[in-house]
């Protein structure tokens, strides 16, 4: 339903204050966050982790996520509002995760949003769990619009302009598979564990980059697509073949974990290199690059972004690592920009499994096929 039919909610609100209840249930953290547009905006941010659950697995499992949402969703929310200060009767609206994401874990959440909103005749609003980390940013400083997003977790690796709520223009994405599952599937072959970003990079810390030589997929080519299976793929034969020596040993794995981390972010660097170059060229006065989602928490790639934004004379803003991972945070925030420019939902939204953030490219590049 679009926001003129939105249960009268479709008119713009920019001038009144806002306290939203974000919720997030979009993979394997249940989070339920809340947030004002005044100082301080994170009132209450809770994330309930899942990784004993699945760590088992080396992966999520959908169905024990989904489960996990259903058991714990309901106590998350009264201890956030307990957190915050307030009660059902002091918010301005609901947000809540409505794709994309694991179909099962985003239905909990929405489910849950649209009762609270039908019980307490609340606004409701779904959110795109990539626009929550879109403008993750703009809740924690003073970011215009135009900027460039370095979008990339486990799931997603794209390249957008944003240009404000709602609009965005996809200059590339991954060809395959994303760079945190890169990180996952590497760390699963070396057997550091679940998940894999953060254990690639404890291990990176001992290790050597330049003893084993993992390839760079696109590096140095036009465009601002990325691929990561090659590496992946080379990866697995490198393992394969020191295991075959007996050779895999902790100094290895350290090394291995150190020349995957740095090829990932080497990858990542130059394909936002170029499109750096497009979003200058078609915003010559904007001068602010953004990285975020769970990858973008990695240390070394910051110090990369950072360097990379230098020489470019841009401004890298960078989200705090706790609102790069999954969170309701931006959920919540995002919320708040949408309904003040008008758009809110009705209580018929459809949870969506897949909702890309610039629809006209997925058109484009269904037509290139």
Known sequence: MDAAKAGGYGRRHADIRM???????????????????????????????????????????????ARAHLDHLDGLIAAALERAGVGFGDLSAVAATGGPGLIGGVMVGVMEAKAIC??????????NHLEGHALSARLVGDLPYPFLLLLVSGGHCQLLIVEGVGRYSRLGTTVDDAAGECFDKGAKLLGLGYPGGPAIARAAETGSASRFPLPRPMQGRAGCDF????LKTALAGTVAKLESESALDQRARADLAAALQAAINDCLLDRTANALAVFRAKHPGARHLVAAGGVAANAELRRGLSGLAAKAGCDLVLPPPALCTDNAAMIAW??????????????????????????ASLERSQTQR
Do not use: M
């Open 118 to 127: 039908f019980a307490r005749d609340l606004p409701f609003i779904a959110v």
């Open 334 to 359: 995002a919320g708040i920009e949408r309904f003040k420019a008008g758009l809110a939902d009705g209580l018929d939204f459809a949870p969506r499994p897949r909702w890309p953030l610039d629809p």
């Open 227 to 230: 691929s990561f299976s090659g």
């Open 19 to 65: 306290l939203i209840l974000g919720i997030e249930t979009s993979c394997d953290e249940t989070a339920v966050a809340v947030v004002s547009d005044e100082e301080p905006r994170i009132r209450a941010n809770l994330v309930l982790s899942q990784l004993e659950e699945h760590r088992p697995y080396g992966g999520v499992v959908p169905e024990i996520a």
